[in-house]
C-alpha cells in the first residue's frame, strides 16, 4: 500500500504525519496518542519480530521516515485515556484507560486458553486460521506459513490461512436455499451426519478464493468432484466440511515439519457450534479436542487485555487463569482417522493435478480484477481529501 501511495498519491503520502492501522486510528482519536502493538505491527511487513521493533532496512527499502509510524508497546498495556474532546463525541467518561488490544488471531488463541506450544488452534470462521503458541521466532524458509508477534510476553504465534471457509458455507446457502437462516446449516448438519465417512467418494477442493496456506496459488480454483446421480445435497454438504479439513491437515503436517509437534486441537470461532464438522477435523488430525465453552474467543481474548490495562490481574497469565474456562476433551475415532488418511491421499492429488492443470497468466500480464474492483482508482480519486 504504501508502494502504492507514493506512485499514485506522492503528495498525499508526504503530508501524512502519521501511517496508522484501524485499532491504532481509534486509539488516536480516543487518545490522541498514535500507538500500536507487537502483534499488529507485525502484520505490516515492516516490523522486525526478532528485534520486536520496526524493521529500518524495510523503511529504508520504503524511503520511509521512522516517525511517520506509531510507537509500539505490549498488548495490554495502557496507550493513553480518553480524552474531554472524545468523551463529549462518545460519551465515555473521560479519563478511562484504553489498553492496546491485538491481532484478531492472536487474541482469539488467548481467549482459547492456547497458551502451549502443544496445542493447536483452528479458528473457523469466513476463512480459518491454522494456529499455535512459540516460544521462539520458528521461520519457514519455504513460505508456507507466517510468524508474527504475539500478544502474549516473549511469545510468538505461527499462523497459516485458510482463504475460503465459512464463505463456502455461506455461499451454498445463498445459492441453494436462498431467505434461510442459521437453521440452514443446522439442518444440513444433521443430514451430513448420516452420511458416510468421505461423502461416497466425493472430494471438495475449497479454493473459492485462491489457495491460502500451505499452497499459496492465487491461480487456483475450487470444484467438487465424483458426483453422479447417487449424491445430494447431503454429500456435497458433509465433502465441504471434509475438503476444509483437508486443508488444516495439510497446514498442521507443515507445522510438525519445522519442529512443532501438537498434541491436541482447540476449535473457535462460529464454525465451532457445528459438533459434526469439530468431530471431522478432529479425526482428519487425528488430535483429540479440547473443547471450550465460548466459541467466539477472540472477543474474549481482548476481554483478558483489557483486564490487564485495568490492573484486575497482575499479569496475562493469571488473567488467563482466571478468565477462560477450564476444556472438555473429546477423543478422535482411530478407525476414522485411518480411513481419512486415504481420502486425504486422494485429496492432495487431486489438488496437485488440479494446481498443474490450471491456465496462468504470462509473466508480466496482470490478471484482470474482478467486476467490483474496476474503476477504483477513478473512485478513490473521488473521495474528498
Not at 486510528?25 to 502493538?37: F, H, N, P, Q, W
Request: net charge neutral.
Amino acid at each position: 500500500m504504501i508502494r502504492w501511495l507514493r506512485a499514485k498519491e506522492p503528495a498525499a503520502l508526504r503530508a501524512t504525519s502519521k501511517l496508522l492501522l484501524v485499532g491504532d486510528y481509534l486509539i488516536y482519536r480516543l487518545t490522541g496518542s498514535a500507538m500500536t502493538d507487537h502483534s499488529s505491527a507485525s502484520r505490516t511487513r515492516m516490523f522486525d519480530i526478532h528485534r520486536r521493533e520496526w524493521s529500518e532496512p524495510v523503511l529504508a527499502s520504503l524511503d520511509l521516515p521512522r516517525e511517520k509510524l506509531p510507537s509500539i508497546g505490549c498488548s495490554g498495556q495502557i496507550a493513553g485515556h480518553v480524552s474531554h474532546e472524545s468523551a463529549q463525541i462518545t460519551g465515555l467518561l473521560a479519563g478511562t484507560p484504553v489498553t492496546l488490544g491485538g491481532f484478531d488471531q492472536s487474541c482469539a488463541m488467548l481467549g482459547a486458553g492456547a497458551i502451549a506450544e502443544d496445542t493447536l488452534t483452528v479458528s473457523l470462521g469466513t476463512a480459518t486460521a491454522v494456529s499455535v503458541t512459540t516460544s521462539r521466532a520458528l521461520i519457514d524458509f519455504q513460505h508456507r506459513i507466517s510468524t508474527t508477534s504475539h500478544v502474549l510476553p516473549d511469545r510468538w504465534a505461527v499462523q497459516a490461512p485458510i482463504m475460503t471457509t465459512g464463505a463456502i458455507l455461506r455461499w451454498c446457502r445463498d445459492q441453494f436455499a436462498p431467505g434461510e437462516g442459521g437453521g440452514f446449516y443446522r439442518d444440513m448438519d444433521d443430514r451430513a451426519a448420516r452420511v458416510p465417512l468421505g461423502a461416497n467418494g466425493l472430494l471438495w477442493l475449497p479454493y473459492f478464493g485462491g489457495a491460502g496456506a500451505p499452497r499459496w496459488d492465487a491461480n487456483l480454483t475450487g470444484g467438487v468432484f465424483g458426483l453422479s446421480l447417487s449424491h445430494t445435497g447431503a454429500h456435497i454438504y458433509r465433502a465441504i466440511l471434509e475438503g476444509i479439513a483437508f486443508e488444516i491437515r495439510a497446514n498442521a503436517g507443515v507445522l510438525s515439519e519445522l519442529g512443532i509437534k501438537t498434541s491436541t486441537v482447540r476449535i473457535v470461532g462460529g464454525g465451532a457450534r457445528s459438533v459434526l464438522w469439530r468431530r471431522i477435523i478432529g479425526d482428519v488430525l487425528g488430535k483429540p479436542q479440547a473443547c471450550v465453552p465460548e466459541v467466539e474467543t477472540g472477543t474474549l481474548g481482548a476481554a483478558i487485555l483489557a483486564s490487564l490495562g485495568a490492573h484486575v490481574y497482575k499479569d496475562v497469565w493469571e488473567a488467563t487463569a482466571r478468565m477462560t474456562a477450564s476444556p472438555e476433551f473429546e477423543p478422535f475415532d482411530q478407525t476414522h482417522h485411518r480411513a481419512y488418511a486415504a481420502c486425504y491421499e486422494r485429496y492432495n492429488r487431486l489438488a496437485d493435478a488440479l494446481s498443474d492443470a490450471m491456465v496462468r497468466p504470462a509473466p508480466g500480464v496482470m490478471v484482470a480484477p474482478p467486476d467490483d474492483m474496476l474503476g477504483f482508482e477513478e473512485r478513490l480519486a473521488a473521495i474528498p481529501k
